[in-house]
C-alpha cells in the first residue's frame, strides 16, 4: 500500500518560473489553470491504471521491457544502490530495477496516481510513496540513482522536478530519464503518430475495460508532439547543478537523458 506523502528537507528557495514541459492542451483539461490540468492527469492515470500494462505492450509491440532494462543498464544501475523511480505508474520501470538489482528493500517508488500504484505488481519490501516530481518524498543525498521513466511530460514544473533530482541525488548519484522524442523527420513524426494517436486508441477502445483508455493514449501522442526540444531538457538538467548532463537516442525516438549528482 502506498505510504502517506513526507515533505523533503529543502529550504524554502525564491519563487522561480514554472517551465511546462509542453504547451498547454485545452482540448483535454479546459482553459483551467494548472489544478485543472493535474486533476485531469490524476483522475485520467487513476481511471486507466486497469489497462495500463496491457497498452503498454501493444504500444512498445512487445519490446518495452527489454529496453528499460537496457536502459538502466546503460545507465550503470546496479546491486547495492538506493533507488528511487519517480513516477513509477504501475511498476514497470521499477520491475526491471529489480531484475538489475535484486533488492527491493533498496527501491522506493513515488507517484502521484494511487490508481496506478494501486496495480504496480512489485514485491511487498519496495515502498511506494504518493508524492510529485516537483517535492519527492525522501530526504537529501538519500538516492545513489534516480529514474524517472516516460513522465516528464506529465508533470507541471519540470525545473522544480530538476531541483528535486539533484537535492535527492548523493553526491556523484546518477539520474536518468526516459522519454519519447518526436523523430527529427516528417516522415518519421506522421508514421509514429499515425501510430500512437490512431492505431494503439483504436486497439484500446476494443480490448480495454476503462472508456477512458483510448483517450489517455491520444493524450499521450499529443504530449510528445507538444514536449520542449531535447536541448530544451538539457539545459534545465544543467541549471539546475546537475552535472555531466547528456542524450542518449535510441531509434530515433527514445531519449535517455543522463546526469550526475
Not at 529496453?67 to 546491486?79: I, T
Amino acid at each position: 500500500m502506498p505510504s502517506t506523502p513526507t515533505s523533503g528537507t529543502s529550504q524554502a528557495a525564491p519563487a522561480q518560473a514554472v517551465q511546462l514541459p509542453h504547451s498547454p492542451l485545452p482540448d483535454y483539461y479546459g482553459d483551467g489553470d494548472g489544478a485543472a490540468r493535474e486533476t485531469f492527469l490524476r483522475q485520467t492515470f487513476d481511471d486507466t491504471a486497469v489497462d495500463y500494462d496491457r497498452l503498454e505492450k501493444i504500444l512498445g509491440l512487445g519490446t518495452g521491457s527489454w529496453y528499460r532494462r537496457q536502459a538502466l543498464m546503460r545507465a550503470g544501475l546496479k546491486p547495492g544502490m538506493n533507488v528511487v523511480d519517480v513516477g513509477m505508474g504501475t511498476g514497470l520501470v521499477g520491475r526491471e530495477i529489480l531484475a538489475l538489482t535484486g533488492e527491493p528493500g533498496r527501491l522506493i517508488g513515488v507517484d502521484p496516481s494511487p490508481g496506478m500504484m494501486g496495480q504496480a505488481s512489485l514485491p511487498a519490501d519496495v515502498e511506494c510513496r504518493l508524492g510529485r516530481a516537483e517535492d519527492i518524498p525522501v530526504p537529501d543525498a538519500s538516492a545513489d540513482f534516480v529514474v524517472m521513466g516516460y513522465a516528464l511530460r506529465h508533470i507541471a514544473d519540470f525545473s522544480a522536478a530538476c531541483r528535486e533530482f539533484r537535492r535527492v541525488l548523493r553526491p556523484g548519484g546518477t539520474l536518468l530519464v526516459l522519454e519519447i522524442t518526436k523523430p527529427r523527420s516528417a516522415l518519421g513524426t506522421r508514421l509514429l503518430k499515425a501510430y500512437m494517436r490512431g492505431a494503439v486508441p483504436l486497439v484500446a477502445r476494443m480490448v480495454s475495460r476503462s472508456p477512458t483508455s483510448p483517450m489517455l493514449w491520444r493524450y499521450y501522442w499529443d504530449t510528445i508532439e507538444a514536449c520542449v526540444p531535447p536541448a530544451a531538457v538539457v539545459r534545465s538538467l544543467q541549471e539546475a547543478g546537475l552535472a555531466d548532463v547528456r542524450r542518449h537516442v535510441e531509434l530515433g525516438i527514445f531519449s535517455e537523458y543522463l546526469a550526475r549528482g
